[in-house]
Nanobody, 124 residues
Framework: QVQLVESGGGLVQAGGSLRLSCAASGGTFNVYAVAWFRQAPGKERKFLGTINMSGSNTYYRDSMKGRFTISRNNVENTAYLQMNSLEPEDTALYYC?????????????????WGQGTQVTVTS
C-alpha cells in the first residue's frame, strides 16, 4: 500500500510560482496513476489534473490548462505539480492522490490513496 506525502506549499505573491511534490513510499510507484486536487476553505475538493503510470500522458481540468503542469519521476518515486502565474483564488490545501489503474480520471472516489495535503496561500 502506497503512502503519499505532499510538500512545497507556502506563501507566495500573485504572479509567482510554486512546485509541489508528492513523495511516495511503501509501494511500487510506477503502478499508480497520480492526480492533484485542491480544497479551498468552505468549498469542495476539486480535481486539477492527473498523470498516467509512465508519465507519458496527462489530463487537466480545463481551467488549469496552461498554468499548471503535472509530471513525475518514477526513479525518485515523486510526482510534481508546477504552478505558474498564481492568483489569490489558487489559495487552498493541495492534495495528491493515487490509484492502481492507468486510465486518467477525475472523480475523487476513483482514487484510493491520499496524502495529507500542503497549504498554498497566494497574496495579492
Amino acid at each position: 500500500q502506497v503512502q503519499l506525502v505532499e510538500s512545497g506549499g507556502g506563501l507566495v505573491q500573485a504572479g509567482g510560482s510554486l512546485r509541489l511534490s508528492c513523495a511516495a513510499s511503501g509501494g511500487t510507484f510506477n503502478v499508480y496513476a497520480v492526480a492533484w486536487f485542491r480544497q479551498a476553505p468552505g468549498k469542495e475538493r476539486k480535481f486539477l489534473g492527473t498523470i498516467n503510470m509512465s508519465g507519458s500522458n496527462t489530463y487537466y481540468r480545463d481551467s488549469m490548462k496552461g498554468r499548471f503542469t503535472i509530471s513525475r519521476n518514477n526513479v525518485e518515486n515523486t510526482a510534481y505539480l508546477q504552478m505558474n502565474s498564481l492568483e489569490p483564488e489558487d489559495t487552498a490545501l493541495y492534495y495528491c492522490a493515487a490509484r492502481p489503474k492507468d486510465s486518467l480520471t477525475s472523480p475523487l472516489d476513483e482514487y484510493d490513496y491520499w496524502g495529507q495535503g500542503t497549504q498554498v496561500t497566494v497574496t495579492s
